[in-house]
């Protein structure tokens, strides 16, 4: 069925379709009897090739004010085609097909979409489905989406989340982050098991590269929110930690310190945070109903 003059919202002489006019979509689909479809092209490009390689195409900078796309096809046809992209509540929920929600959510639980897991936790955020979302922002942990070098591959998705769900990501984040460090600052007051390289009773070292490796750790998860650094030679190598390694016991004259010994209580206990993440010990922490 067409859509008519009344269902449309005809503001600024500019008719857009009630169904798909998102206030921050960004991209506008127009049909061939003049009906504007405001949507989202992260969610058009992984349905459709076409679209993929469309928004391959570099932008002007700072160019907002994007013409509408036109299909060449009624309103209709585009409706139809938008119900089948968006398993949204105006599509599959309306007409009772929940087999293609399940098949969606289940999809939304393996591996295969890793590289556009923050997609995918938007997708499942606006939703409401809270399992799926906690899955694809663990995934998200080994993305930068902090950085400026990144902004215009994660920003145009990161715009679109409501502030729960922004929230709830950078949560994630935070927690892991805490965790680690405070694993920094145990190790500077001698209370972690197989710190010492020595076998010496009462071993306590003062040094101000406990701080250092402190602020390194917590430095480096802002670019690495999986913890990965830890796992590279290129972190405990770094000249910011050499003092560690050179510190002596002074009744054995051995090395008080080994890197490695100190790499395997990182991993150890990153490990520990990810196995507890997955077993959803910190699910109701993250996504818990605000009171």
């Given at each position: 069925m067409e859509v008519t003059d009344s269902d449309?919202?005809?503001?600024?002489?500019?008719?857009y379709h009630p169904s798909y006019n998102s206030p921050d979509g960004d991209i506008t689909l127009l049909s061939d009897d003049g009906v504007n479809f405001r949507v989202h092209s992260f969610i058009l490009?992984?349905?459709?090739?076409f679209f993929r390689e469309m928004m391959k195409i570099p932008q002007p900078k700072g160019d907002t004010n994007v013409d509408p796309l036109p299909m060449g096809e009624s309103s209709a046809v585009i409706k139809a085609m938008l119900d089948i992209i968006y398993p949204a509540d105006d599509a599959a929920d309306r007409f009772d097909m929940g087999r293609?929600?399940?098949?969606?959510r289940l999809r939304l639980q393996t591996d295969i979409f890793n590289d556009r897991a923050l997609e995918y936790y938007a997708l499942a955020s606006a939703y409401g489905w809270d399992e799926e979302a906690y899955i694809q922002s663990l995934?998200?942990?080994?993305f930068n989406i902090s950085s400026h070098a990144y902004?215009?591959?994660?920003?145009?998705?990161l715009k679109v989340l409501d502030s729960a769900a922004l929230y709830h990501l950078f949560k994630l984040r935070w927690q892991l982050k805490s965790r680690i460090v405070q694993v920094a600052r145990d190790l500077e007051a001698g209370d972690v098991g197989g710190m010492w390289e020595c076998a010496c009773d009462g071993q306590v070292?003062?040094?101000m590269e406990w701080k250092v490796l402190a602020s390194y750790v917590s430095e480096e998860f802002d670019g690495f929110a999986n913890g990965s650094f830890l796992r590279m030679s290129e972190f405990w190598n770094d000249e910011r930690l050499l003092k560690l390694w050179e510190y002596k016991c002074p009744d054995c004259n051995s090395p008080w310190l080994k890197k490695e010994n100190l790499q395997k209580i990182f991993i150890h206990e990153l490990d520990n945070a990810f196995n507890a993440a997955r077993r959803n010990r910190f699910k109701e922490l993250i996504f818990r109903q605000e009171e």
């Amino acid at each position: 069925m067409e859509v008519t003059d009344s269902d449309v919202d005809q503001s600024h002489q500019t008719k857009y379709h009630p169904s798909y006019n998102s206030p921050d979509g960004d991209i506008t689909l127009l049909s061939d009897d003049g009906v504007n479809f405001r949507v989202h092209s992260f969610i058009l490009s992984k349905a459709s090739k076409f679209f993929r390689e469309m928004m391959k195409i570099p932008q002007p900078k700072g160019d907002t004010n994007v013409d509408p796309l036109p299909m060449g096809e009624s309103s209709a046809v585009i409706k139809a085609m938008l119900d089948i992209i968006y398993p949204a509540d105006d599509a599959a929920d309306r007409f009772d097909m929940g087999r293609v929600n399940h098949y969606v959510r289940l999809r939304l639980q393996t591996d295969i979409f890793n590289d556009r897991a923050l997609e995918y936790y938007a997708l499942a955020s606006a939703y409401g489905w809270d399992e799926e979302a906690y899955i694809q922002s663990l995934k998200t942990l080994s993305f930068n989406i902090s950085s400026h070098a990144y902004a215009s591959i994660y920003e145009p998705i990161l715009k679109v989340l409501d502030s729960a769900a922004l929230y709830h990501l950078f949560k994630l984040r935070w927690q892991l982050k805490s965790r680690i460090v405070q694993v920094a600052r145990d190790l500077e007051a001698g209370d972690v098991g197989g710190m010492w390289e020595c076998a010496c009773d009462g071993q306590v070292l003062e040094a101000m590269e406990w701080k250092v490796l402190a602020s390194y750790v917590s430095e480096e998860f802002d670019g690495f929110a999986n913890g990965s650094f830890l796992r590279m030679s290129e972190f405990w190598n770094d000249e910011r930690l050499l003092k560690l390694w050179e510190y002596k016991c002074p009744d054995c004259n051995s090395p008080w310190l080994k890197k490695e010994n100190l790499q395997k209580i990182f991993i150890h206990e990153l490990d520990n945070a990810f196995n507890a993440a997955r077993r959803n010990r910190f699910k109701e922490l993250i996504f818990r109903q605000e009171e």
